[in-house]
């Protein structure tokens, strides 16, 4: 029996971008983190997103809103149009679902998927989307600095000055590099 390896999830405050994030390493070596309609499944769950099951075509309907969102937000980074191809599948999506906030008894809120369906996840990451593409909620849509990574994240730094998508990944990654980097330099002077 072999056992499959499956990459953790990279999970952040922000729905839509954390979504995102279901692929990394989008300009290295490609990371799914999503292989299966099933990881689909587990993602949305851990966002409180529960839905009932996932088909081969709903992961690649998922697949096809990331990707839409990530063209999306990369363009709002770049300060370029947004792709209408990208921006209409995450108005798509949005107005596919049937999903709605509900008040919870500790005075906080999540959504109530009405069918329990993954078109109805889908429809609050777009909608989550729309609302920090546009510029809705306080924050910056940035692109992560790592070469390799280029993840879009929502940045809401005190100056927007964040550079990395997550610190404990990228942005150690890169620090150890320029690290590295300098040690084999001082200890090769003649360089």
Same mark, same amino acid.
């Given at each position: ?52 099951? &996932? ?88 692109? &992560?600095?790592?070469?390799? &990574? ?19 990944? &990228? ?21």
């Amino acid at each position: 029996m072999s056992v499959t390896f499956v990459p953790e999830f990279r999970l952040g405050k922000v729905l839509a971008t954390s979504f995102t994030a279901t692929l990394t390493e989008r300009r290295g070596e490609p990371v799914e983190r999503m292989p299966v309609p099933s990881r689909l499944v587990d993602w949305l769950a851990v966002y409180g997103l529960v839905v009932d099951s &996932c088909s081969d075509s709903q992961l690649e309907r998922a697949r096809e809103l990331r990707e839409s969102i990530h063209a999306a937000a990369t363009a709002v980074a770049e300060r370029n149009p947004i792709p209408p191809s990208a921006a209409r599948v995450i108005n798509d999506c949005s107005a596919h679902g049937q999903a709605s906030p509900v008040l919870t008894a500790e005075g906080g809120w999540k959504w109530r998927l009405r069918s329990g369906s993954v078109e109805d996840a889908l429809s609050v990451i777009a909608a989550d989307a729309i609302s920090v593409i546009s510029g809705e909620r306080p924050g910056k849509i940035a692109l &992560c600095a790592s070469p390799t &990574c280029r993840a879009a994240f929502f940045d809401t730094s005190r100056g927007h000055t964040r550079r990395w998508c997550e610190m404990n990944t &990228c942005g150690n990654r890169e620090k150890k590099e320029r690290f590295l980097a300098s040690k084999r330099k001082s200890s090769n002077p003649a360089d």
